[in-house]
């Protein structure tokens, strides 16, 4: 059973950064078929934010792209997304998940506050 902790969410001024982290336990991200980074802003739809795929193929919805970045450190067993250049419209909690064979697996989520 794949299980995902996600961290790093809190408080943050327009314009600062913050880098989440999802961990991942009972399974192996190198050997995920992909992972991503979803959100959900307060009374909207999840959304999409970036993914990242086993063969390092990596994409990112239009509003975030040149100033968030995902990875993966196998070694660590970990995905992050980078957060660059934050927006009052970047508030929402943020989820991690993971494609594994037939099934899809989500962490608790982390809540990120851009706001002064």
């Known amino acids: 059973q794949v299980q995902l902790v996600e961290s790093g969410g809190g408080l943050v001024q327009p314009g600062g950064s913050l880098r989440l982290s999802c961990a991942a336990s009972?399974?192996?991200?190198?050997?995920?078929?992909?992972m991503g980074w979803y959100r959900q802003a307060q009374g909207k739809e999840r959304e999409l934010v970036a993914v990242?795929?086993?063969?390092?193929?990596?994409n990112y919805v239009d509003s975030v792209k040149g100033r968030f970045t995902i990875s993966r450190d196998n070694a660590k067993n970990t995905v992050y997304l980078q957060m660059n250049s934050l927006k009052p419209e970047d508030t929402a909690v943020y989820y991690c998940?993971?494609?594994?064979?037939?099934?899809?697996?989500w962490g608790q989520g982390t809540q990120v506050t851009v706001s002064s």
């Open positions: 009972g399974g192996s991200v190198f050997s995920f078929r992909a």
């Open positions: 998940n993971a494609f594994v064979s037939d099934r899809v697996y």
């Open positions: 990242i795929s086993s063969d390092d193929f990596i």
